[in-house]
């Protein structure tokens, strides 16, 4: 078709001139044929054919003088908003944003600010106290010590068409996924975005608990990565929380749990609200059973504080946060050994030997050395005292506390006198001159 009409109005005003131009092209006709046979010939050709040309001449124009006055059919309001990981500031950023059609910038800026900021936040936790970098399976993969580049892949975008809020993932050519809120868009993006990133060095525990947490939503990482951080005061505290849990209720002997059934009134009144709570007869009663009665409170207040550490030993064991995982490495060998915080023990990249040792399941030995580096530094008379004493290399917290002891101000030869009369050196070492 030369011209279609585009509005209401050219499709009405098409009309009226096929009509108006069939009419004009008959009368012209019949006003040149004149009354001769031929004039009536011609009449009778000029009725079906002319007027068709008529109509068309009038259809053109009514189109075109519809599409410019009428009113146009509305379009579209649409508008997106790009976040994305700028690997030099190792942090989400706000990318590009456009509207068009009347589209609502700011609602799509608001969720892309609100989706850069909760990916932040992620990274902060993800982190911990060590240095990290952030890089993306999109961007690069470490495997076997060779990285391999790949196109960047941790972009998300926030959109509208119409009334429909939408994400896309991964490239602003993904597939459109529809939502029924501006919530439920940067969840979606955030869970996909942060899971697409990788951490290298930060805080083992959290980096463990974001690969094998299974959370489809916020709320529940939040929860799992909470548990990592559970995890770690466990580990600087295990001997105290087992104390507690191994201290608690169900340390009581049989005739103790009966006789607090037994006395349960009384017993919590005391534990609750003190001793001052108790009248005379309770205070009486307490003083006559003093001993049984303070275990039991002691036993209860242990299982207080031992039942959420109970709940939260069961889900790090499902989140496997105390098994190796391949999170741990990222970035390689220089990656998982930035996780252990090595600077707040002075100890460095080049002061590093790793020996791996075959056997059951295998073995991985990291231990400081300074062959690199200052040979005189503690770190390594306290590993070549390990070596000639011992004949194996320093264990990790062996190396920390003697190492120390020397930087405290205790003599080589104190410590050396201390590695001579161990247990240890006594069962294999010899003194000789070799």
Sequence with gaps: MVVSPQTQAAVALSSIGSAVGAYAAVS?????????????????????????????????????????????????????????????????????SSASNGGNLQLVRNMAETARDTL?????????????????????????????????????????????????????TAAQQNVNSADDAVSKGVMWSIKQTQVIGGDIFAKRALANSAATDLTALLGDLQIASDYRFYANNRELINGYITGAYNSLNQGEKDYYAANKAVIDKAHTKGLDALDANERNFYNANKATIDKIISALEDQAIANPWIIT???????????????????????????????????????????????????????????????????????????????????VSGLHWWTGQLDSGRSLVSIAEDALTSAEFMAVGSLTNA
Excluded: C
């Excluded at 009778?44 to 040309?53: A, E, K, Q, R, Y």
């Excluded at 030993?313 to 930035?338: C, M, P, V, Y």
């Design 28 to 96: 012209s006709t019949l006003a040149w044929a004149g009354g001769t046979a031929a004039g009536a010939k011609l009449t009778l050709l000029g009725s079906f054919v002319v007027p068709g040309v008529g109509a068309f001449v009038g259809f053109v124009l009514g189109a075109l003088i519809g599409n410019l006055f009428g009113r146009k059919k509305p379009k579209t309001p649409t508008a997106n908003a790009e976040v994305y990981l700028d690997y030099t500031s190792d942090q989400f950023q706000l990318g590009a």
């Design 120 to 172: 932040n936040g992620f990274l902060t936790v993800l982190a911990g106290d060590m240095p990290y970098e952030a890089t993306s399976w999109g961007n690069g993969l470490w495997r076997n010590g060779q990285y391999f580049s790949m196109p960047a892949g941790v972009q998300s975008f926030y959109g509208h068409t119409g009334g429909q809020l939408w994400v896309k993932l991964g490239s602003p």
């Design 313 to 395: 030993l069961q889900r790090i064991n499902e989140l496997k946060l105390d098994q190796w995982s391949a999170s741990d490495f990222h970035g390689g060998l220089q990656g998982f050994l930035t996780s252990m915080g090595l600077e707040s023990y002075g100890v460095y990249m080049e002061d590093i030997r790793v020996a791996a040792q075959g056997g059951s399941g295998g073995r991985l030995s990291v231990a400081g050395t300074t062959t690199t580096t200052d040979p005189t530094s503690s770190a390594a008379q306290t590993w070549r005292l390990y070596d000639a004493a011992h004949d194996r290399a320093a264990d």
